[in-house]
């Protein structure tokens, strides 16, 4: 399609249109998925550029993510052919820090002020701490980070703070924040949250600068308005309220941010902040097939409170959404890339594939397949799985106890968790290395033989421990070794603790990935074989091309789109996730829908979706995963299932539900395996041979639907460890074997 800035107009609908030249006034575009949104306000920019309403530095334009910034500002100045780098096109953040460096002086920063990142700020708080002897064994100092950053998002001051009893450690939290804000400002530094705070109290407070701004921005543009939080809201309401002239775009459907303080009722509310809205609906969809439309679509139509909308399409019809359950993650992450080659031999570029995950820590099984079929691939918004933290510390460990002169490995751990070894003595240590030359390790056996200090103990612990470690590696498989170090180290308790006070998605998700990673051991035949493969793993890693798979969490992959969309691991309990219907109930199961939602709206052409049925980490419990409830909530005339696994019935989960006659809404974990069973049982009487089940006896001869013949070697309780002819040796529920068939 060629745009240039004559026709411009003949590229939108008739709706679209009339979004883009009601120029003045509010404007609120409420439309679902793919119909334009961020293409309006696109062209309304554009338009507002021709019709010479405003210069580019008078019109502000808040996107989502800088990447989105950057992107409407080629697109319009591709179309006008003149550079706009002046332009406040960004995010919140960016903006005001652009507006901060014009006034810092106003509240109370310096010239040259510097931005703190989340790293920077944590170090600060366990400073704090430390000073003030706060303890932060039972509440860690990330808890007082998060809890700071969240009175933020909400615009709550210290000041404005008024400790409540029901609420932990209030006044210590109080305490914090003050000494962190005076902290702040006496480093002349700010951190994200104070980026937009500083803007608010700068324009409450002189009313010539908020003048000034509210003169300069003849226009404001906000995108995914369903996200924003309180804070950034009155940040809009304060820049609004000169020309009164503001154009946002949401959809109600797509808020899953509320984790991070958005707030949808800005969107509902909206004709309360701003004065006579008008209010523009978009219903054709230009993205996907009518396939795609009409699934996402009948799928959110289950959430409560919603503006309800309906999108139609002219897009062809299209293929159905194609639905296939296995029973392991491997040959899910084989299927997948199996079906990925296919699309590139069909000539579809990689930039038009991409995987969408609900847990980070799954792009793992994923990412060793398309690495070693040579592959490709980038992690959008997040690391890869071999360079996030978590497992790059317990590959340290296992490095070091595999070889002590590792300096590196010693380096990154000695004090992860915190043992109270410094850099000061961390320092010592080199110095010994270096002037005995040995390794890091020895000098700090040396180090506590010839002193006597207080972590003198916690060096000799640490110590004792990598040389027991090597011999538990000497008598037991590197899963044992490693379960046993995640205990010894306590680095399992330490991220146990983080999750439970912080329940941000990275703390959440270093569990499932510390869970992922005793998964990845098992491909390998011992610890020296897993290393080496590591080693490979990162090397491809720093060699990559343009020209790429993508692979994101859903909530990264808002606001995009490709032809091919993978959707892994759309189980009960993963998606919708288990922790957020606990924590949330059925808002949170809501929140789960609409990131289904967002999830499949991203797909042009084609959507896959996979699970598994056992579970992912199958040591830790002997559940089974049942598909998500949301493969149900699709219209069965609309996909196709293929389930080479148990569960191949694919309505599975709304009879089991009906067996209890309960909302699928409303159950929770604990009544969902006692569903389970129930109808595991049921399963059982009207499949299985109750006499075979009491007869079974190690030695026997036994049939596995999935794995073949094998014969029993040990039974315990309702399991058998089957030795089976195809190679194999796995532990399987007696009820699942047919005896001596
Ligand atoms: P999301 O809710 O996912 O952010 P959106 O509403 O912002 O979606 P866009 O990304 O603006 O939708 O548009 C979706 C796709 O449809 C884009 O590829 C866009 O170029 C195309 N599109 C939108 N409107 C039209 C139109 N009038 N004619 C042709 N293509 C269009
Ligand atoms: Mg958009």
Not at 20 to 46: D, H, M, P, Q, Y
Not at 370 to 385: E, P
Request: net charge positive.
């Amino acid at each position: 399609m060629s745009e240039n800035s004559n026709n411009y107009l003949n590229f939108l609908n008739k709706q679209q249109r009339k979004a883009v030249e009601n120029t003045f006034g509010a404007t609120l575009i409420l439309a679902g998925a793919g119909s334009g949104k961020t293409r309006v306000l696109t062209f309304k920019l554009l338009h507002l550029l021709v019709k010479k309403l405003a210069s580019p530095n008078q019109i502000l334009a808040v996107t989502f993510t800088n990447k989105a910034a950057a992107e409407m500002k080629s697109r319009v100045s591709n179309m006008l052919n003149f550079p706009i780098d002046k332009m406040w096109i960004g995010t919140f953040h960016s903006l005001s820090l652009k507006i901060l460096k014009s006034h810092y002086e106003k509240v109370g920063l310096k010239k040259n002020f510097i931005i703190i990142d989340a790293d920077d700020q944590l170090k600060l708080i366990k400073k704090i701490c430390e000073i003030e002897k706060i303890d932060t064994k039972e509440v860690s100092a990330k808890y007082y980070q998060i809890a700071i950053d969240r009175l933020k998002n909400k615009g709550i001051s210290y000041k404005e703070l008024k400790p409540n009893k029901y609420r932990q450690n209030d006044e210590e939290l109080i305490k914090i924040y003050k000494i962190y804000q005076e902290e702040l400002l006496r480093i002349n530094c700010a951190d994200f949250g104070d980026l937009i705070l500083f803007c608010i109290k700068l324009f409450k407070k002189d009313e010539e600068i908020l003048k000034k701004y509210q003169k300069l921005f003849k226009f404001i543009l906000v995108d995914e308005y369903q996200d924003i939080n309180l804070i950034q809201q009155r940040w809009l309401e304060y820049l609004y309220g000169g020309n009164k002239n503001i154009c946002c775009v949401g959809d109600d459907d797509q808020s899953i941010y509320s984790w991070r303080g958005a707030d949808v009722s800005n969107l509902l509310n909206f004709d309360k902040n701003f004065s006579k809205p008008l209010i523009i609906r978009l219903e054709q969809n230009y993205r996907s097939t009518k396939n795609i439309l009409e699934s996402a679509s009948t799928l959110i139509e289950k959430n409560k409170g919603r503006y309800g909308k309906r999108l139609w399409s002219e897009n062809k019809e299209g293929e159905k959404i194609i639905i296939n359950g296995f029973w392991e993650t491997k040959e899910e992450a084989t299927f997948v890339t199996d079906k990925i080659e296919n699309l590139i031999s069909n000539k579809t570029p990689l930039s038009e594939i991409a995987i969408l995950f609900r847990v980070a820590a799954h792009t793992r099984s994923f990412e060793e397949r398309l690495i070693s079929i040579g592959l490709s691939y980038k992690i959008i918004g997040g690391f890869r799985f071999y360079e996030r933290k978590e497992i790059k510390d317990m590959i340290a460990y296992l490095r070091l106890v595999n070889n002590q002169s590792d300096d590196l490995a010693f380096e990154r751990i000695i004090n992860v968790p915190k043992r109270g070894i410094g850099k000061t003595t961390l320092n010592k240590f080199n110095l010994i290395a270096r002037k005995k030359n040995i390794s890091l390790f020895d000098a700090a056996r040396e180090f506590i033989s010839i002193t006597n200090t207080k972590t003198n103990n916690e060096i000799f612990n640490f110590v004792q421990n990598i040389l027991n470690w090597k011999k538990i590696k000497e008598k037991f498989d590197h899963i044992e070794l490693s379960k046993v170090i995640l205990e010894d180290s306590k680095y399992l308790q330490y991220l146990e603790k983080e999750e439970k006070n912080l329940k941000t998605p990275e703390s959440l998700s270093r569990i499932d990935n510390i869970n992922e990673f005793l998964e990845s051991l098992k491909d390998f035949e011992n610890l020296d074989g897993f290393l080496e493969h590591v080693g490979l793993v990162m090397e491809n890693i720093t060699n990559t091309s343009n020209e790429t798979i993508s692979l994101m969490t859903m909530h990264g992959s808002k606001g995009l789109e490709f032809d091919y969309i993978f959707l892994a691991g759309w189980e009960e309990g993963v998606f919708p996730s288990q922790k957020s219907i606990e924590e949330s109930g059925n808002k949170g199961l809501e929140e789960e829908r609409r990131l289904a939602y967002v999830a499949l709206t991203r797909a042009k052409q084609k959507v896959f979706i996979t699970y598994v049925n056992q579970n992912r980490y199958s040591y830790a419990s002997h559940d089974y995963n049942m598909p998500s409830r949301f493969i149900n909530e699709l219209p069965k005339e609309l996909i196709e299932l293929n389930d080479s696994s148990y569960l191949a019935d694919n309505n599975f989960l709304d009879e089991f539900i009906k067996l209890e006659n309960i909302s699928d809404d409303l159950i929770t974990p604990g009544r969902k395996r006692l569903l389970k069973k129930q109808k595991e049982e049921i399963d059982w009487d009207i499949n299985q041979d109750i006499d075979a089940y009491s007869n079974l006896n190690e030695g026997d001869r036994v049939f596995h639907q999935k794995f073949g013949y094998g014969r029993i070697l040990y039974i315990e309780g309702d399991k058998a460890e089957v030795d089976f002819e195809k190679g194999s040796i796995k532990k399987i529920f007696i009820k699942f074997l047919k005896v001596n068939p």
